[in-house]
């Protein structure tokens, strides 16, 4: 018997797909996962080689990669240096300010350039959603949960350190981090506060963009925190999955009427995504997806089907980065608009 | 322990002695340029108050949204301009890099060795300054060789005499105030 209740309310979503497949159940106990996460990804991927390609990634690693911060520095001059103490880099062909690093990168948190602020250490996947919500110098922008502070301090320099920023988080020992990445990168446009972003929907349409960079069970990380495999019980996915949803329906009331909202989060399970996104749509009739221009340049698109259950079409405008097609952390992405 | 402070309008007599202090570090057109148009915040009901600077647009949000709709205090915002200690304004590294690169004075410049010594906390001796960034003030803005900010230190002799040759060289000069080594082995 379960002791949890689904969070989705418009669609149905029984709990059959998850259970384990003698395959699954191999392939999991090879690999050291959970039988159910496997499971599920036969199911997305829709054959077994896919699926252990994506396993293997576990524990693997990434290249590292960094944000150049235009607030403090000229990309070029920052190369120059990086490259004199030995970094070879190459630039993300889709971030003008981001670079992989091909080596040095186990030097990057101790030199004196991260100090000065000049570069933010940053996963390539986490530079595409405030180039999606491409905010400006006009806009009033709300960064739901904040900390660390590299997409805030990216979204500040995109807005040229001009408009507002309200960053909110809800940790403590967060914030602190938070506001030292502020400084550190001499962003100015901030107003950081400490609190439930979840409340905010009570407060009022007030924000023209909104960036949600939703907690989530990280299961895009398996590359670079093998705990992963075997961290996130079946209740704790569809647990977060109500924390999304809530966090995401406060998001819309918040939001100014044509405004913009970007929702990510570093998971690859659909209930994380799709699915929130789905009810979402079912719940606001005023809400719509929106194109992307950046991610949908290499990654693939969102689910409109899976695990058996229908969605909606628009979730084809949403997409999705894997660590075993893209070399990448799992992401997911997706824009929305609220009609004014 | 501390209460949540409470972020306010700053006095007209701390306004006025922040900037005085910055006036005296890096010239009053680039300080009144820079403060035109903008609001001082100040935190309350703690011990330390902290000093910053916002924009009109900001101080909109923090009064109409943050005090107004939804009746909640920043954790901070704007420029960390620094903190008043004893009814004395001490000076952030935020604002003061701010300002060195608009005044390009009241600076020293250290060698790459004494740079990295004095991103672990270290002070700064006579021999490792090569540039001096006149006029100077007590506290003065660090830098490296490249015109990065390194932090702030107090000058222990006066400007003239980081320029004598007698004097010893081993001789620290300047007493590290704060560096940028801070974000990583404290923060804020």
């Given at each position: 018997m379960l002791n949890f209740k689904l969070p989705f309310k418009t669609f149905k979503v029984g709990l059959k797909y998850t259970t384990p497949s003698f395959e699954a159940r191999t392939l999991a106990e090879k690999y050291g996962f959970l039988p159910y996460m496997v499971e599920?990804?036969?199911?997305?991927?829709?054959?077994?080689?896919?699926?252990?390609?994506?396993?293997?990634?576990?524990?693997?690693?990434?290249?590292?990669?960094?944000?150049c911060n235009i607030l403090k520095i000229e990309c070029n001059n920052l190369l120059k240096r990086l490259k004199s103490k030995g970094l070879k880099l190459k630039n993300i062909p889709w971030v003008n300010t981001g670079y992989w690093v091909l080596e040095g990168g186990e030097k990057l948190g101790y030199l004196h350039e991260y100090l000065f602020g000049y570069y933010f250490i940053q996963g390539a996947p986490s530079m595409v959603p405030p180039l999606e919500l491409n905010p400006s110098p006009n806009d009033v922008v709300l960064d739901m949960c904040a900390a660390p502070g590299g997409k805030t301090t990216h979204l500040a320099e995109l807005m040229g350190n001009k408009g507002v920023i309200l960053a909110v988080d809800i940790s403590r020992s967060r914030m602190k981090t938070l506001r030292s990445n502020i400084s550190r990168m001499g962003v100015a446009n901030t107003v950081l506060l400490k609190m439930n972003s979840k409340e905010l929907g009570n407060y009022g349409e007030f924000f023209t963009k909104i960036l949600l960079d939703a907690p989530c069970t990280g299961e895009g990380l398996?590359?670079?925190?093998?705990?992963?495999?075997?961290?996130?019980q079946l209740q704790d996915l569809f647990k977060m999955a109500s924390r999304q949803l809530e966090l995401l329906k406060s998001a819309i009331k918040a939001l100014k009427p044509g405004g913009t909202l970007v929702y990510s989060t570093c998971s690859i399970a659909p209930e994380e995504n799709e699915f929130v996104i789905n009810e979402i749509l079912n719940l606001f009739k005023n809400v719509s997806v929106e194109n992307l221009s950046i991610i949908s340049r290499f990654g693939v698109k969102g689910f409109t089907e899976v695990f058996g259950i229908r969605l909606?079409?628009?979730?084809?405008?949403?997409?999705?980065?894997?660590?075993?097609?893209?070399?990448?952390?799992?992401?997911?992405?997706?824009?929305?608009?609220?009609?004014? | 322990m501390d209460k949540h402070p409470i972020f306010v309008k700053a006095s007209e007599p701390i306004l006025k002695d922040i900037i005085r202090t910055l006036s005296q570090m890096f010239g009053e057109v680039i300080v009144e340029s820079f403060f035109r148009d903008k609001v001082v915040y100040i935190t309350r009901n703690v011990k330390r108050n902290e000093v910053f600077l916002v924009t009109r647009t900001l101080d909109h949000v923090v009064?109409?949204?943050?005090?107004?709709?939804?009746?909640?205090?920043?954790?901070?915002?704007?420029?960390?301009?620094?903190?008043?200690?004893?009814?004395?304004?001490?000076?952030?590294?935020?604002?003061?890099?701010?300002?060195?690169?608009?005044?390009?004075?009241?600076?020293?410049?250290?060698?790459?060795?004494?740079?990295?010594?004095?991103?672990?906390?270290?002070?700064?001796?006579?021999?490792?300054?090569?540039?001096?960034?006149?006029?100077?003030?007590?506290?003065?803005?660090v830098i490296n060789e490249l015109e990065d900010v390194l932090g702030l230190c107090k000058l222990t002799v006066k400007p003239k005499d980081l320029l004598v040759e007698s004097r010893s060289k081993n001789k620290i000069v300047c007493k590290n105030i704060i560096d940028k080594g801070w974000y990583l082995r404290k923060g804020h």
């Open positions: 599920r990804y036969i199911k997305m991927f829709g054959n077994i080689e896919e699926v252990e390609e994506l396993l293997k990634t576990t524990g693997k690693g990434l290249t590292k990669s960094i944000r398996l590359p670079i925190d093998a705990s992963r495999k075997e961290k996130t909606r079409d628009e979730l084809a405008k949403c997409y999705r980065v894997y660590p075993h097609k893209h070399e990448m952390e799992g992401y997911f992405i997706c824009k929305l608009i609220k009609k004014g | 009064v109409d949204y943050l005090k107004g709709r939804i009746r909640r205090e920043p954790y901070s915002l704007g420029i960390f301009l620094g903190q008043i200690i004893d009814g004395e304004y001490r000076v952030s590294i935020d604002i003061a890099e701010k300002l060195f690169l608009k005044a390009r004075r009241n600076a020293i410049m250290i060698n790459e060795h004494a740079a990295s010594l004095f991103l672990y906390g270290r002070d700064v001796m006579l021999k490792s300054i090569i540039k001096v960034y006149p006029p100077l003030f007590k506290i003065t803005v």
